[in-house]
């Protein structure tokens, strides 16, 4: 079961939920990928968390533009049209009779290799294309209990190591930082740019709360978050005061409020950070983020 920000409503449903791989949908047990693929062999591709709201995937634009740049910056071809990849979306949806509470999982690879190398140049394929809908809503008490959170020493590092804005398949050091986290009894990892400044968590956003602002990280160092993105829009439209800036765990440690976000939950608050008490659970600024994204997922649905 997943923790922090991804615990989920276990739903029976999910057993028969059939996949959509490369054109043809495959029952859940059959649905499977070569041991050549580049996915499989070196973590080369990328990949979007989608929500499905009333029928209507939120965001998919946003979505859709995230997943064309990537695969872009790593010279890969996705081999289907924006219209022909939404088309099959819809499809799988259909095909499991989806309408609401759903997350989809949208992952495309180089494809096939001719032999386990990383040189794209040994693919033998188009690109791989996988879409997993399941049935799968955030726990209720995610929005107002209040994750613990603990610092790891694995940074969001440097562009020309590895650019952390790109949604690549290869996410061992979100994994590490994860695996400290769990080891040191907390809900998600709190994660530093290499300055020392606050950049994100392992796999959500995050953000802190001080006098009435609202501040997150310059985004530097951080995948650009389509929810982050979407919450700092709405404070701007709501007149509150909201900062990209660097801050540090001290400023951290004495925040009234802090929260992360993500596709999956949305907001969900955060109670601790290294053990220090920042609120008790839901503070009033989240409580009140909460409702103005909730207002912004209906009228996307609308």
Same mark, same amino acid.
């Given at each position: 079961?997943?923790k /922090?920000s991804h615990?989920?409503?276990? =739903?029976?449903?999910?057993?028969d939920i059939?996949?959509w791989i490369n *054109?043809?949908?495959h029952a859940?047990?059959q649905a499977k990928v070569?041991?050549?693929?580049s996915g499989f062999?070196?973590?080369?591709?990328? $990949?979007?968390g989608?929500r499905v @709201?009333?029928?209507r995937i939120?965001?998919?634009d946003? @979505?859709? =533009?995230r997943? $064309?740049?990537?695969?872009?910056?790593?010279?890969?071809e996705?081999g289907?049209?924006?219209? !022909?990849? &939404?088309a099959a979306?819809?499809e &799988? #949806?259909?095909?499991?009779?989806m309408?609401?509470?759903v997350h989809?999982r949208?992952?495309?690879?180089r494809? #096939?290799?001719?032999?386990?190398y990383?040189?794209p140049?040994? %693919?033998?394929s188009?690109?791989?294309v996988?879409?997993?809908?399941? $049935?799968k809503?955030?726990k209720?008490?995610?929005?107002?209990r209040?994750?613990?959170?603990f610092?790891?020493h694995?940074r969001?590092?440097?562009p020309?190591?590895?650019?952390?804005?790109l949604?690549?398949h290869s996410? #061992?050091?979100?994994?590490t930082a994860?695996i400290q986290a769990?080891k040191a *009894? !907390?809900d998600?990892?709190?994660?530093? =740019?290499? @300055? /020392?400044?606050?950049?994100t968590c392992n +796999?959500t956003h995050?953000f802190?709360v001080r006098k009435?602002e609202v $501040? %997150?990280? &310059?985004?530097?160092?951080?995948?650009? /978050?389509?929810t982050? /993105?979407v919450v700092?829009e709405l404070?701007?439209?709501a007149a509150i005061?909201?900062?990209?800036?660097?801050? +540090?765990?001290?400023?951290?440690?004495g925040?009234?409020?802090a929260?992360?976000t993500?596709t999956?939950?949305g #907001?969900?608050?955060?109670s601790?950070v290294?053990?220090?008490?920042i609120s008790?659970?839901r *503070?009033?600024?989240?409580?009140r983020?909460?409702?103005?994204y909730l207002?912004?997922i !209906?009228?996307? +649905?609308?």
């Amino acid at each position: 079961m997943a923790k /922090g920000s991804h615990e989920y409503v276990d =739903d029976p449903r999910n057993a028969d939920i059939r996949i959509w791989i490369n *054109g043809e949908l495959h029952a859940r047990d059959q649905a499977k990928v070569s041991v050549f693929d580049s996915g499989f062999i070196l973590g080369d591709g990328v $990949w979007e968390g989608l929500r499905v @709201h009333e029928g209507r995937i939120a965001f998919l634009d946003r @979505h859709l =533009d995230r997943l $064309w740049e990537g695969a872009k910056a790593i010279d890969m071809e996705i081999g289907l049209t924006r219209e !022909a990849l &939404t088309a099959a979306l819809h499809e &799988t #949806l259909e095909a499991n009779g989806m309408q609401d509470g759903v997350h989809i999982r949208l992952m495309v690879t180089r494809g #096939l290799k001719a032999t386990p190398y990383q040189d794209p140049r040994v %693919t033998i394929s188009k690109a791989t294309v996988v879409i997993i809908p399941e $049935w799968k809503t955030p726990k209720p008490e995610t929005a107002t209990r209040g994750l613990n959170l603990f610092t790891v020493h694995v940074r969001r590092g440097y562009p020309d190591v590895q650019d952390p804005k790109l949604n690549s398949h290869s996410k #061992l050091n979100c994994i590490t930082a994860c695996i400290q986290a769990a080891k040191a *009894g !907390a809900d998600e990892a709190l994660m530093l =740019d290499p @300055h /020392g400044f606050v950049a994100t968590c392992n +796999s959500t956003h995050f953000f802190i709360v001080r006098k009435g602002e609202v $501040w %997150t990280s &310059t985004g530097d160092y951080c995948l650009p /978050g389509i929810t982050r /993105g979407v919450v700092i829009e709405l404070c701007r439209e709501a007149a509150i005061p909201v900062f990209e800036k660097n801050f +540090s765990l001290t400023e951290v440690y004495g925040a009234q409020e802090a929260f992360v976000t993500g596709t999956f939950a949305g #907001l969900a608050p955060v109670s601790s950070v290294d053990g220090r008490k920042i609120s008790e659970g839901r *503070g009033p600024m989240v409580e009140r983020l909460q409702r103005l994204y909730l207002e912004r997922i !209906a009228r996307e +649905s609308a």
